[in-house]
């Protein structure tokens, strides 16, 4: 089947170059409670020299979010998320050529991040607010939906599903389909199943068995398994940090299966991880 996108995807602020396979998202939390590093990075400085050693270590794009979204998590306001994001992204666009990504589902946040250099959108709730969705379509940049059940406050409660990859997957082509409508171009959209949203291990686990029906809509898709839950039950690992193996163990799949980006902490080994399995692929 012919793709409807290109190796390479560029637009004003960047270029994904996907022609040797699956490329690696840098994970930059400027939050006091992260799950991952449990706030490592709030502090600016901090923040900022995590994002050059991510650039050196071969990251292609660089999520930076200013509020967790780890289960059980409460809403941040806008403004306290822009006084968080805002000056580590205009400071890693001055000293760095990655392109910088903003997590947020707020509009007033990510308005602020595109005006302060990021060219890239990770939407948790798949642009649930129209407004958000016209504006990435007026910056020409490119947007990651995902899928959640629920909010993250309340999304590991009672996840339920009759068919978690047929429901996911319908949910996510209807939203990228409903990004088209807004005027972002195919080639520009990435789908992520959202592991760890509202899913127990075992939805987590269909999910990845079965990532290749999400790469067979012919949207680009985007995996964020790094260091979560899921991966400490099956290990025994209680510390996010110690899941390192266990992350490589699924990115090394989804990298070999065709997905296109991987969202992880640990930047130095998966580059090396998504290296060898595109090599294999």
């Known amino acids: 089947m012919k793709k409807h996108y290109d190796n390479i995807v560029k637009w004003p602020r960047g270029k994904l170059d996907f022609s040797a396979g699956c490329v690696v998202m840098g994970v930059l939390n400027v939050t006091p409670d992260s799950f991952s590093d449990g706030g490592q990075f709030f502090d600016f400085e901090r923040a900022v020299k995590r994002g050059m050693q991510m650039a050196v270590e071969g990251v292609a794009v660089i999520d930076v979010g200013g509020e967790s979204t780890r289960p059980g998590s409460t809403s941040v306001s806008d403004e306290e998320q822009i006084e968080r994001v805002v000056p580590a992204i205009k400071a890693l666009c001055e000293k760095i050529n990655v392109p910088i990504s903003?997590?947020?589902?707020?509009?007033?946040?990510?308005?602020?991040?595109?005006?302060?250099?990021?060219?890239?959108?990770?939407?948790?709730?798949?642009?649930?607010?129209?407004?958000?969705?016209?504006?990435?379509?007026?910056?020409?940049?490119?947007?990651?939906?995902?899928?959640?059940?629920?909010?993250?406050?309340?999304?590991?409660?009672?996840?339920?599903?009759?068919?978690?990859?047929?429901?996911?997957?319908?949910?996510?082509?209807?939203?990228?389909?409903?990004?088209?409508?807004?005027?972002?171009?195919?080639?520009?959209?990435?789908?992520?199943?959202?592991?760890?949203?509202?899913?127990?291990?075992?939805?987590n686990l269909l999910l990845l068995?079965?990532?290749?029906?999400?790469?067979?809509?012919?949207?680009?898709?985007?995996?964020?398994?790094?260091?979560?839950?899921?991966?400490?039950?099956?290990?025994?690992?209680?510390?996010?940090?110690?899941?390192?193996?266990?992350?490589?163990?699924?990115?090394?799949?989804?990298?070999?299966?065709?997905?296109?980006?991987?969202?992880v902490h640990d930047v130095a080994e998966m580059v090396d991880v998504v290296k060898v399995s595109n090599k294999l692929k």
Do not use: W
Request: overall charge positive; some cysteine; proline content about 3%.
């Open 209 to 263: 068995k079965n990532i290749s029906k999400f790469i067979g809509t012919d949207y680009r898709v985007l995996a964020g398994t790094s260091r979560k839950s899921f991966i400490g039950k099956l290990t025994g690992r209680e510390k996010p940090s110690e899941r390192v193996f266990g992350t490589a163990a699924t990115v090394a799949l989804c990298a070999a299966a065709g997905v296109s980006i991987v969202r």
């Open 102 to 203: 903003i997590d947020t589902c707020k509009y007033e946040v990510a308005k602020a991040a595109f005006e302060a250099g990021a060219g890239m959108l990770n939407d948790i709730t798949a642009l649930s607010d129209e407004r958000i969705a016209e504006l990435a379509a007026k910056h020409n940049v490119p947007v990651v939906l995902m899928h959640m059940q629920g909010t993250p406050a309340t999304m590991q409660v009672e996840p339920k599903y009759e068919d978690v990859v047929s429901e996911v997957k319908e949910y996510l082509v209807g939203r990228a389909k409903r990004a088209e409508d807004f005027g972002i171009a195919r080639n520009m959209i990435f789908i992520d199943p959202g592991i760890g949203f509202g899913k127990t291990l075992e939805h």
